[in-house]
């Protein structure tokens, strides 16, 4: 049995998509987050047509015992709540379970493996975002694919009859590199206050977003990672990309702007749910290891700072910053 750890966003969307190929899981959320998925649910891929999860091939939970039946547990819990999945792995899940973390950052399976033993854990990379309706509906905004380690390769044929593309691959850590520097702009998308096709289309905003990632590159570089590719262009080349005038960005970009108007990064979704920010796991991570090399990040440690302060506040407004003001 695939039991997902978190009921979210992503584990619904993923849960979703494996029940209505016919694959049975388990969702483990919170009560509040069950209440959606009473009924019919449904999934949809990118520019597909929303598909009905059929009940039958979905149970739902909202204790952690439900892992006891597991084979497989994906873990799609937000970075803070990673120890929390290890415990309840530990305590409930079968010693032989296999766990795969589906989150961003480049931490978390190292968490689950530091507390469930490094054989046991599969890190991947959740390439696509997923917006979901009060009602009940997960949809799947922009372009990308599911990437995990060499030992994910069962999950890879499990995914198969889904809409949900999935690979393996050896540089896994590379890999999830390259997202966290996509990453750096979840920040953004919420400081701007708009979607992210129209975030992209600016050029003031991708110049922001450049020099965020070059910070990054550096302590990738730093940490003696090799940076993989994910998606068309290789990372190392995003930043100059991201800083060509819009029209030429427009044509040389055009997939990485196959996004629906309502797509917004999952920072967007958790401010507005009143739930605590995933920074410190994204542009935090590159400003504490810039600073053990080192280096500056001033950017991000910018970003880290608005983010901060506006998670903070008692009412969480919607943001409107400009780009000057994070190029100041
Ligand atoms: N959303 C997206 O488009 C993308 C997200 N990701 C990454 O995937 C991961 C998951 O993100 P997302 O799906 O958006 O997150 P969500 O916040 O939508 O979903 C996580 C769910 O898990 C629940 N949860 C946390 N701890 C427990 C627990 N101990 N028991 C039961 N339920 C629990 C949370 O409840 P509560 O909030 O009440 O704690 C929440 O409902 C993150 O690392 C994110 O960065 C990656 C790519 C795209
Ligand atoms: C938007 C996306 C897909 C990439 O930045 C993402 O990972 C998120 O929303 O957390």
């Not at 959606?36 to 929303?50: D, I, M, R, Y």
């Not at 507390?115 to 372009?143: D, H, Y």
């Not at 917004?264 to 410190?280: K, L, Q, T």
Request: glycine share 10%; net charge neutral.
């Amino acid at each position: 049995m695939i039991v997902v750890f978190g009921a979210g966003a992503i584990g619904c969307f993923v849960g979703g998509m494996l029940a209505a190929s016919g694959t049975p899981v388990t969702l483990i959320g919170r009560a509040k987050a069950m209440a959606p998925l009473e009924g019919n649910f449904t999934v949809c891929a990118l520019g597909g047509q929303p598909m009905a999860v059929p009940a039958m091939h979905v149970t739902r939970a909202t204790e952690p015992g439900a892992l006891a039946q597991a084979s497989t547990v994906l873990v799609c819990v937000k970075s803070g709540d990673t120890k929390d999945a290890a415990r309840a792995i530990t305590a409930c899940a079968p010693q032989n379970a296999r766990v795969i973390s589906l989150q961003n950052g480049v931490t978390n399976a190292t968490t689950l493996a530091g507390a469930l033993g490094a054989e046991r854990v599969t890190a991947g990379m959740f390439g696509f975002n997923v917006i979901q309706s009060p009602a009940g509906s997960f949809s799947q905004v922009t372009e990308g694919e599911v990437v995990l380690g060499e030992t994910g390769a069962d999950l890879v044929k499990t995914f198969q009859p889904t809409e949900i593309h999935a690979a393996t691959n050896p540089n896994i850590e590379g890999i999830q590199w390259t997202k966290l520097l996509m990453n750096l702009n979840n920040a953004l998308n919420l400081l701007s206050g708009i979607g992210l096709k129209t975030q992209l289309q600016d050029r003031q905003w991708r110049r922001v977003l450049s020099v965020a990632m070059s910070e990054g590159i550096a302590v990738a570089r730093a940490d003696g990672v090799r940076l993989e590719r994910v998606g068309k262009v290789h990372p190392k080349l995003l930043p100059s990309l991201l800083r060509l005038p819009d029209i030429l960005f427009s044509r040389v970009a055009n997939a990485m702007l196959r996004i629906d108007p309502a797509a917004r990064s999952s920072m967007v979704a958790d401010y507005h749910a009143g739930r605590p920010s995933e920074i410190a796991w994204l542009n935090g991570f590159i400003v504490d290891r810039a600073a053990e090399h080192g280096l500056h990040a001033p950017v991000n440690t910018k970003i880290c700072q608005l983010v901060n302060s506006a998670f903070a506040a008692e009412d969480r407004v919607d943001l409107n910053l400009s780009a000057g003001q994070l190029l100041q």
